[in-house]
């Protein structure tokens, strides 16, 4: 209930309850004076607390901005540079809150503290003032009042009317008093009502001033947070991927230890122990050791694993001899003794075993401490070729005289064929579809991506989870089996039968499973430098023009990829695969390196921003040259065009029959051939070829048929059906001096001389004989830039050009099979040579770097083998 008026009638007759409702104003004035003083202190106590608390955000802000955390590799991505500059975002969020926060603060004694004391003491202290004073007026009139009560009628007259007018005065006095004081409670209980809440009112305006502040920044923060989140889930994303890689990669170190180690400038690297000499006897010192096997330079560090402490004290000598040292002479094991140019004496070192010692011993050339040996069967001198590499093999008998049954096929050599390969039986080591062809990216690959596409497109292109969905393993092995490896089934697969995610795991195990990856081992170092470049613009400029330095097949398959998944970005509201999240997919799958280190799975996150890019820039990557440069042509990859013989059969020539086993090959060309000037025609391919008719009669006779066999074609048709026109010998010289070989119009360059056997003579009556000695191809260095060449089987030089037809010509035919078989019997002098019987198939068949010589896979083994001993298959 409130407070009861005060009347000022009632303060001249001064009733009981005028009293009591004084009083009762007096007691909540009183309440309000005491509420006043706590709300002082406390908010004094407040504005210290938000000042402390001010003073441990900007401690906790400061940290933020100081803290710093480095990742692995040397180069960051930008969303890895974007989460480590997070920090110091957060940091400046922060304080941009806490600034507010001390302007608040600075004006808070101000707005509240000393408005509050200022009321208490202008309104509430005057207050009391007048209750002290209506309090000595009530006594005095009380006082005068008895007084004069009590004056006797008696008294004179003259001390009566004093006694009157002194009355008078003091109950004069007291009502104004009084009255005062009643007006005075009044005012304050009403003044309290607006002065008062006004003080808080200000004091909570500059207090929500801090606090709008703060959701200021936190607007402010929205996108940014936004966008950092996105990030965190790629990164999150590409965590994952990593983690799984570097997993696989640790199981496969577990099963298969390499201790070559990162740094390979050094041949071998390990711990030894080093023998030592001190002022009594010797003493075996830990070293880790490096050689060089180029230079010979040997180099020994001290180091102890348990003191973890690097010295400077690194030795280094050049490597003059090293020989095992006998189980005899010494009583430890596993040593060899090691001399340097500049030093009389040798060093004894102590390998960690048996095997390691080896290791040393085949990395220094090691030599053994006699090279005439006792066998079973008398004394054995090794040949001069085996006596620097001789070891003891496991399981062999060691006696005083280190007896050794050794020969010469115990010598174990890493295989040259591996070393020039870099591969085993499968071309893709790590792969799990080993059941697949070698070389994928023919027309059957084409084929099959481009039917998958299709199909997602078709079904699938809005399915959640696109591509990230993994589909089962036995559905998608049955699939690519199907479709990859038998080309006959191949297009009588029904994809609509299969589920989108086992499609889409398909086409991913497609790259996978290539020998090498789509973007290639060789330009993978430059594609992921290009990716660490610092702007964007730089970053697609170098990936745009290391794109058209891919071969011809790789650009076809990756423009290809690239647009569908651009298609399916598009489509990221309902499949919700972005293009970060389709880089985090295809970034392992389009690139891997030669090597599996953990420094290239750290850079798979590059491989993730190079897809990216390429899905973000298709048009421009794809479709425009690069800078400086002019754009190849760049065709649509025709269907598989006829066999040779129907080419043959076409043209109304047989194909040249496979001679009988008895027939003499033709020599091999030697791996010192130099190709020769002119010594290739070049054809000039027609935009629109037109299509040489098929003949009805095909001719019989065996004179002919002997004469083809042993030769080639000649040209029976009219200039509109002309399938290549031969250049004079000074143009083809003209475009061997040329710097650069450019691509004609329409055409596509020949990956093999083999396809390109068919010389078409513009002369018709004109016949070709055979040549012993197949020509070497014509090197160029210019990747995105062609010429079209045909195997000359004439050593005459070619025809000249026809008049009639100096400006358009009609193609080749390109034979899209890369299988050749074999015409005759070859038996390989070294592993890096294929051997192979009459009639074989060899696979994945492409020029080599040797001039006349080809290379492809026969049983799993990779090798070169002679250009004239196959034919197109």
């Known amino acids: 209930m409130g407070l009861l008026p005060l009347e000022f009638s009632e303060c001249y007759t001064d009733s009981p309850y005028f009293r009591d409702n004084i009083h009762t104003h007096e007691a909540e004035l009183e309440r309000t004076s005491q509420a006043i003083k706590q709300l002082i202190k406390e908010s004094k106590t407040l504005l210290q ?42 940091g400046r969020l922060i304080g941009s809150i806490e600034d507010e926060r001390d302007r608040m603060l600075e004006n808070a004694s101000a707005v509240l503290i000393e408005p509050l004391e200022r009321f208490r003491k202008d309104q509430i202290h005057p207050v009391k003032e007048e209750k002290k004073k209506f309090e000595k007026q009530t006594e005095k009139f009380c006082t005068s009042l008895d007084t004069y009560m009590k004056l006797s009628a008696k008294k004179q007259m003259e001390k009566l009317q004093e006694a009157d007018a002194q009355l008078d005065m003091e109950k004069r006095h007291f009502h104004e008093s009084s009255l005062q004081y009643v007006f005075k409670l009044q005012e304050v209980q009403e003044r309290k009502k607006f002065e008062f809440v006004e003080t808080l009112l200000g004091f909570m305006y500059a207090w929500l001033t801090f606090y709008h502040q703060g959701h200021e920044v936190a607007r402010e ?11 965190l889930q790629n990164t999150r994303e590409r965590f994952e991927s990593t983690r799984t890689e570097a997993e696989h990669l640790m199981r496969k170190m577990q099963e298969k230890p390499i201790e070559q180690g990162p740094n390979k400038t050094y041949t071998k690297q390990g711990y030894l122990f080093v023998q030592e000499k ?43 001899s090293c020989v095992r040292r006998m189980s005899d002479s010494i009583d430890k094991r596993f040593c060899f003794d090691i001399m340097a140019n500049d030093k009389a004496t040798s060093i004894t070192v102590q390998a960690m075993s048996e095997d390691d010692r080896k290791a040393w011993l085949e990395a220094m050339d090691g030599k053994e401490p006699s090279l005439l040996f006792q066998t079973q069967i008398g004394p054995y001198q090794p040949p001069p070729e085996y006596r620097h590499k001789i070891y003891q093999v496991p399981g062999t008998p060691s006696s ?48 099959f991506i481009k039917r998958c596409i299709q199909s997602i497109e078709t079904r699938g292109i809005e399915e959640q989870g696109l591509y990230r969905v993994v589909g089962v393993n036995s559905k998608v092995k049955k699939l ?16 609509d039968e299969y589920e989108i995610k086992t499609i889409t795991s398909a086409l991913k195990n497609y790259f996978r499973g290539l020998p090498e990856p789509l ?71 389009l690139m891997r390196p030669a090597e599996e280190t953990v420094a290239a799975i750290m850079d798979i996150k590059f491989q993730n921003i190079i897809v990216e890019i390429l899905i973000s820039n298709h048009e421009q990557i794809f479709k425009t040259a690069p800078e400086g440069q002019e754009l190849s042509y760049r065709g649509t990859r025709a269907l598989p065009v006829a066999s040779p013989r129907e080419v043959a059969k076409n043209a109304q020539f047989p194909m040249p029959s496979v001679p009988p086993p008895s027939a003499a090959p033709p020599a091999p060309p030697p791996a010192s051939a130099k190709p020769t000037k002119a010594s290739r025609p070049v054809g000039m391919y027609s935009p629109n070829p037109t299509p040489a008719p098929r003949s009805p009669t095909r001719t019989n006779s065996t004179n002919k048929s002997t004469e083809n066999s042993s030769g080639a074609y000649s040209n029976s048709h009219s200039s509109s059906s002309e399938s ?60 995105r830039k062609f010429v079209c060449l045909t195997a000359s089987l004439t050593p005459s030089p070619p025809s000249p050009r026809p008049a009639q037809n100096q400006t358009s010509a009609q193609p080749a035919p390109r034979l899209k099979s890369k299988c050749v078989k074999a015409l005759y019997a070859c038996e390989g002098e070294n592993d890096q040579e294929l051997s192979f019987r009459p009639g074989q198939i060899i696979y994945n068949v492409k020029p080599s770097n040797e001039p006349g010589w080809l290379e492809g896979w026969l049983d799993g083994k990779k090798g070169l083998l002679p250009e004239n001993y196959v034919e197109p298959f």
């Open 49 to 90: 607390a938000a000042r402390n608390l001010s003073k441990a955000q900007r401690s906790f802000c400061q940290l933020l901005q100081d803290f710093k955390f480095e990742c692995i590799g040397s180069t960051m991505t930008d969303d890895e540079i974007e989460i480590e500059s997070s920090f110091k975002e957060f």
């Open 221 to 231: 923060f929205r996108s940014y947070g936004q966008d950092l989140q996105l990030r």
């Open 278 to 320: 001190r002022p009594i006897g010797y003493a075996w010192v830990k070293h880790y050791c490096m050689y060089q096997k180029e230079n010979k330079i040997f180099t020994m560090i001290p180091y102890t694993q348990t003191q973890g402490k690097l010295t400077s004290s690194t030795e280094t000598i050049i490597l003059k």
């Open 400 to 447: 005083t005289e280190e007896i050794w049954n050794v020969m010469p096929f115990l010598v174990t050599k890493k295989s040259s064929v591996e070393s020039m390969t870099g591969t085993e039986t499968c071309p893709s080591p790590g792969c799990r579809w080993r059941f697949l062809p070698h070389d994928l990216l023919n027309d059957i690959g084409f084929t």
């Open 480 to 495: 690519t089996e199907l479709c990859l490896v038998d080309r006959r089934k191949a297009d009588k697969v029904d994809l």
């Open 519 to 589: 973007l290639t081992f060789k330009l993978h170092q430059e594609f992921i430098n290009a990716a660490k470049q610092e702007s964007r613009t730089l970053r697609i400029n170098d990936i745009h023009r290391l794109v058209h330095q891919l071969p011809e097949s790789n650009f076809e398959m990756l423009d290809m990829l690239i647009g569908h998944l651009l298609n399916v970005a598009n489509h990221s509201k309902k499949n919700l695969m972005s293009k970060p999240n389709l880089g985090v997919v295809f970034g392992p799958t």
């Open 724 to 783: 290549l026109i031969s250049r004079s010998s000074n143009d083809t010289q003209s475009s061997q001096s040329s710097p650069q070989l450019t691509r004609l119009q329409g055409g596509t360059h020949l990956n093999n001389p083999v396809y390109s056997s068919l010389h078409l003579s513009s002369n018709q009556n004109q016949n070709c004989q055979p040549s012993t000695k197949p020509e070497p191809l014509r090197k160029t260095k210019h990747p």
